[in-house]
């Protein structure tokens, strides 16, 4: 009977395992998870901090449940020490107990996802400080909120954008600060400051270019932000950082897996690694960008579910390839939806790939309709190949779907002047007769003078 | 200067006009249309007789502000009764004054669009028995609702169950019926009976199967709907038909344009029709099926648009290529959005297509998001190449979009271990980890047992 043993509990661990299982009922398969959750919706944290959903919603099973429908064993509280190839097993401590544990694989996948990258500032140890990367963060953040009413968050990626509603729906006063020009800088500046007016009207206090020097402390706790305007300190009772992850490749590393060029483990189409029965999904892995034809780090549940589902296929023999991903992601920022996928305008330009934009205003269906609202949209668009490969959308409607015609547009090598006809459907109360995703087709059809 | 003359004042003949000018400003354009409007949004008549928005809200322009602001001369009331090729002429009457015209042309557009089709039954011409395929029948039908409560609704079309909504709406007692065995023959019969229910839920008496008689009157106006279930007389004080559409092509015929196995009117890539100099567009012409590999007819705004388009570049000498329409729509039947492109099982079945389909039930975003909805998809591939060929969607959220989805993938020839993969957004407001079209898609892949 096959022994497959799983080291993480959460989108690419446990799809692969139940994938595995799934397609091969005999095999033995076993999760190793340090925590004490797995199975939850890290995407679902902020509305459960707002108080809009309860923590037991976010968790779609405990290790007991998982294991009783899947007949999938679960270790939590396992934290696993080593990998050794030659032997074919693993070894690990019971973070609980203190005991020692070993487990023995044919097929070995590693999805110990990410932890965060702390900024090189002093005061991120203080004990009102956090970042949010898995369940318990987010209890104990919960807890921290209650007597707190001044939050300041440090970095305005998509977490931070999250936390910034959440806080603000919660009654805090919220200051948000990014290092970078603009918000969201896996967005065009254009597109960013769409957002940006968004966190105004809400009453954000936003500084961008902010370079924050110190989280400044009294008695172990924080009590404000220091940043180089030199304006004195901002007063905070609670800190949040999300000023990045980074992929947990140590066990990897340590057991000679090859690690890639973005600080990921380096895998094949089958999500295999260089070290034979060692597979790797999910976001400590790497995954191949399509329009860029080379690997990339993606820190999206999205991609890691899918490349999990790979991952169990082949891992229970069936041979399935992972075709990449675009690093496609919809956020919601108060009363706006924004969305991307592919490439930016500066993602291009870091590629040195020759590109046309354009970015057009629409109804996001037709404008007599009383639910109609303003949607933007940014195509982008390789020069010479005239194939789509990025867009942007944000807007008061609907912007997520949206992006995803795009991906589908983009994942399919589309031309701007196919999808310029793209045969999209219409109905006064859901889009216009030309679609915003045409229009601005269009626009970049213009700027190619075609 | 060359003299381009357009035949129909609508989507396919405004745009091509529009679009010929803006190309070559140096071009006399000429749009010629029988009825009094032209420019106005056919699709969001059910929402100006539900009083949402007025009759002026559906016209974008008047022949004169059109004039004005493109540049191109409009003449209503104008019926062309023949055209002349090889004189290249068009004669005409003024409808209003009964005048003769005449306009002499290089490049002619036939933009004829269709005319209702009459059930073959007695009554369908007493005074308050409509059809809704211009205006001027809204119009009209906006004055025989207000003393009038019971209105049935012959054909459950796309029309026909906006008009059951916006019927509802005014507070009128609605019958509808349909000859087919389920509502919107267009969909499979799995996804019409989730729109049957919720016909059902907002209290419209439903019969389908139903054989319809004759419509009966009194004094000149229709008191009745008579049925073969024999259960007497149905009353009803206003009759309303969608029994169908067919293309205006008696003109066209009579100039020696060849008209194809479909019944509209023939067309190559380029909108040309056989006879130099003469193009056609619209509903009145073929549209080209990419599943299909065959002319076929669709009734649809958008594709008499994007068709228009392309005659547009082609009378203004860019060469562009109209590359066919798949049959997208969408329809608000109350609460539930429906939404088909492509086949359907039915119609695979009648292409003698070997076709994979299923259906799945899921939330429209994360199910404990307060907001979600259902939502259910269908999805139809070919057996052989594994390529998606249809799609359907009906849902309390998100439907619309999900449909764009589905229609990109199709023209892009993705197969179902490709879209199964694909790199949709997702954040808990506005989706899934696994969109249902991607869950639906895994369904077929079982099917297809891979």
Not at 14 to 37: C, F, M, Q, W, Y
Not at 169 to 189: A, M, N, Q
Not at 366 to 386: D, M
Request: include cysteine; proline fraction near 4%.
């Amino acid at each position: 009977m096959g022994q497959i043993v799983i080291i993480g509990g959460n989108a690419a661990g446990l799809t692969a395992a139940s994938r595995a299982k799934r397609i091969d009922p005999l095999l033995n398969v076993t999760v190793l998870e340090k925590g004490p959750h797995i199975s939850y919706s890290t995407c679902g944290i902020p509305y459960y901090l707002a108080k809009m959903v309860s923590a037991a919603d976010l968790v779609a099973y405990t290790p007991e449940s998982f294991e009783r429908e899947r007949g999938i064993k679960v270790h939590n509280y396992t934290r696993v020490d080593e990998i050794s190839p030659s032997r074919k097993r693993v070894m690990a401590t019971r973070t609980d107990t203190g005991e020692h544990a070993e487990f023995s694989y044919e097929r070995l996948l590693i999805a110990t996802g990410v932890r965060s990258k702390l900024p090189g500032i002093p005061g991120t140890d203080f004990k009102n400080v956090f970042t949010i990367v898995d369940l318990q963060d987010a209890l104990q953040l919960n807890e921290a909120l209650q007597n707190s009413t001044r939050v300041a968050v440090i970095g305005a990626g998509y977490v931070g954008l999250e936390m910034v509603e959440c806080l603000k729906t919660l009654g805090k006063t919220v200051h948000l600060y990014e290092r970078e020009p603009h918000v969201l800088p896996g967005l065009d500046g254009d597109m960013a400051q769409i957002v940006e007016y968004e966190l105004q009207r809400f009453g954000i206090r936003l500084s961008v270019s902010a370079k924050v020097l110190a989280l400044v402390g009294s008695d172990d706790r924080v009590v404000g932000v220091k940043t180089a305007s030199g304006l004195g300190i901002d007063p905070a009772d609670v800190a949040l950082l999300d000023t990045g992850v980074v992929p947990n490749v140590e066990l990897a590393r340590e057991a000679g897996v090859q690690i890639g060029l973005t600080g990921g483990i380096s895998v094949n189409t089958y999500m295999e690694t260089n070290v034979p029965s060692i597979f790797a999904a999910g976001n400590c892995a790497e995954t191949f960008c399509a329009v860029r034809k080379r690997p990339v780090l993606h820190y999206i549940g999205t991609v890691a579910a899918k490349q999990g589902r790979v991952a169990g296929d082949n891992m229970a023999a069936r041979r399935t390839k992972f075709h990449g991903a675009l690093g496609t992601t919809v956020l919601k920022v108060f009363d706006l939806a924004v969305a991307r996928t592919g490439l930016c305008s500066e993602d291009a330009a870091a590629e040195s790939m020759p590109a046309v934009s354009a970015r057009i205003e629409a109804w996001d269906r037709a404008a007599y309709y009383p639910t109609a609202r303003k949607l933007w949209v940014k195509l982008i668009a390789e020069r010479e190949s005239r194939r789509l490969i990025g867009a942007q959308v944000a807007g008061y409607g609907d912007a997520s779907k949206r992006i995803d015609v795009a991906c589908a547009a983009i994942t399919s090598g589309m031309r701007v002047e196919e999808l310029v006809q793209l045969d999209l459907a219409y109905s006064p109360p859901y889009g216009n007769l030309w679609d915003p995703l045409l229009i601005a087709a269009q626009a970049v059809l213009r700027k190619m003078s075609l």
